[in-house]
């Protein structure tokens, strides 16, 4: 980490290069961003101490004022308003936090607003609250403009570490502070929350709203939501995760009123059935990404969408929903640009009259452009269904098969002979226990552009498979062998040789591994290991 006066060092030479550009160039936002982020890496950890202490530390903060590097003070501020460049050459009011001497006072003042404004924006919604109790001018920019809140992610309320707490009140008060800027709304679970907890929002006209996402928030109604949806007509994005108020009929409205809509999750909403999907055709949104994961609907729902969303979806998550079946496959086929699918614990054994590896063979030749695949805790999968998808489905790099009791070495010799293995950065064979080492051997050291590879409780990794993986992969970063009871350790130590080796310039912790409930892998390995990938990139119940 650079030190302090390394980072002010920095500060300055930003600042003569703002002072040497005219009015109007387009480099100034980008020079004005990056000493934000300087001045962020410098005081930005205070910020969560107390006012007093945040007051001192942010007029240290500002002792590179443009009166100590000879810089022209309007030439710095180039386009601050008049009234701005009054309050910098103004004598400061002390600071309702007591601030320890005038002259830091005089620091604090001397930070340019549009700087300032610049700083608060990288600042979490916490340390915004926090940096309102700095000093009088500091709450005055904060109050001033709302632009500062308009991103609104309450998702550090739900923190054990946080003294505030999500509450109608304080949705009440960060309302007012947004006002009509409102870009982003996060609203994590929180038992205090009403149905009105949204009501104050819904008092602005929210055009750019765009992004709303809430979670567990049981008390919060589909009406509700569909009186918020009416204030932000441009609502590109929703998120609705365990709502249980969410029915049928509220998500029908919103569909058809959200027009600009682009991705909508609606995971683990269980009221949600068929029938929200129904009756659509005053819809205008072109979805792009949807996730219906846990919700109960039929595959007649996924045949319906088609109508809409063939051309315009890429991304659909639909594990978990118990009532789908085969014929999901033969729909998911008529969405042409689907890129990423998730299929977790789809019932594969219906219906019975069609053949599982026909509707695969349906699915990969209509769904070519597909990247990224998952289907978990499918025990119906077999090797044939997943040779299709590797033979037509040129693009795939990710993909995710766990608990797959059918997948045999067939799979990944077929990887080895095509050249898939070229593309793979993300695999999960969790729990297949019919792949052996004999395969998995000579593809672990195909395995060169690899990012991630479960492999846990695969009784076919063993200690040379493990040092194939670590030996081969240029972009490993996260290894999991839990669970694998014939992995011994010896792997692990020249594995991990062989990767450092292969990334001399590169920072031994970018790798995370995952070796816990391996009682037979020896503490000293484990103690090696924590020693040079560092003890928090190390998950382990020993050692």
């Known amino acids: 980490m650079e030190d302090r006066l390394t980072i002010n060092n920095s500060i300055k030479t930003l600042f003569k290069r703002i002072a040497s550009l005219p009015a109007g160039s387009t480099l100034l936002s980008s020079l004005y961003l990056q000493t934000a982020r300087l001045l962020l890496r410098v005081g930005h950890k205070t910020l969560a101490l107390q006012s007093i202490s945040m007051a001192v530390q942010a007029a240290d903060a500002c002792k590179w004022k443009p009166s100590n590097f000879n810089i022209s003070v309007d030439r710095l501020l180039l386009q601050a308003t008049e009234t701005h460049k009054r309050m910098h050459q103004e004598p400061s009011n002390l600071p309702d936090t007591a601030v320890s ?12 607003i549009e700087v300032l404004c610049m700083v608060l924006k990288q600042l979490l919604v916490l340390d915004l609250v926090r940096a309102s109790h700095v000093c009088k001018r500091w709450r005055r920019v904060l109050m001033d403009n709302p632009t500062l809140w308009s991103k609104l992610d309450c998702s550090f309320l739900a923190s054990s570490r946080s003294k505030l707490r999500i509450s109608n009140q304080m949705l009440e008060w960060l309302a007012r502070r947004s006002r009509q800027t409102l870009q982003l709304l996060i609203v994590p679970e929180c038992s205090r929350l009403t149905a009105t907890s949204l009501a104050p929002f819904r008092s602005y006209r929210l055009a750019g709203l765009s992004t709303i996402v809430l979670t567990n928030n049981s008390k919060i109604s589909g009406s509700t939501l569909v009186d918020l949806a009416r204030s932000a007509p441009n609502l590109a994005s929703l998120t609705l995760d365990t709502m249980r108020q969410l029915d049928s009929l509220s998500l029908r409205i919103l569909l ?16 949600v059935t068929s029938s929200a999907f129904t009756h659509l ?58 890129e990423s699918v998730k299929i977790d614990s789809l019932n594969l054994s219906l219906p019975k009259n069609l053949s599982i590896q026909d509707s695969f063979l349906i699915f990969a030749e209509g769904c070519s452009s597909l990247s990224t695949l998952s289907m978990r805790d499918c025990p119906e999968l077999t090797s044939q ?3 299709y998808i590797l033979q037509l489905c ?24 095509d050249g898939v ?10 729990q297949c226990p019919r792949l052996t080492s004999s395969a998995l051997l ?19 990794i063993t200690d040379n498979i493990v040092q194939a993986v670590l030996s081969a992969s240029k972009a490993l ?18 594995g991990i040789q062989a990767y450092l080796n292969n990334h001399p310039s590169s920072k031994s912790s970018g790798l995370m591994l995952n070796v816990s409930s391996n009682p037979q892998i020896r503490v000293e390995t484990i103690t090696y290991l924590k020693n040079v990938l560092g003890e928090a990139n190390v998950a382990s119940h020993i050692g």
């Open 101 to 112: 001497t005038s002259m830091d006072t005089a620091y604090m003042l001397g930070l340019p």
């Open 442 to 460: 000579p593809f672990a050291s195909k395995l060169g552009h690899i990012k991630r590879f479960i492999a846990s409780s695969c009784p076919g």
């Open 256 to 271: 058809i009123r959200c027009i600009h809509l682009k991705e909508l999750y609606i995971t683990n909403c269980t009221a």
């Open 421 to 430: 293995c070229d593309r793979i950065v993300d695999l999960n064979i969790s």
């Open 477 to 494: 970063e996260y290894l999991d062998i839990s669970l694998c009871p014939n992995v011994r350790g010896s792997g692990l130590h020249e």
């Open 394 to 417: 040129d693009s795939l790099s990710t993909l995710h098969i766990p608990g797959s009791a059918q997948i045999n070495d067939q799979v990944l010799l077929f990887m080895i002979m």
């Open 385 to 387: 269904c997943i040779l």
């Open 281 to 338: 055709e005053k819809m205008q949104c072109s979805l792009v990404k949807l996730g219906l994961a846990g919700c109960s609907i039929s595959d007649s729902v996924i045949e319906y969408l088609a109508g809409f969303w063939c051309q315009s979806l890429i991304a659909i998550d639909l594990s978990r929903c118990r009532l789908l079946t085969r014929h999901t496959l033969l729909h998911l086929a008529l969405f042409k640009r689907l």
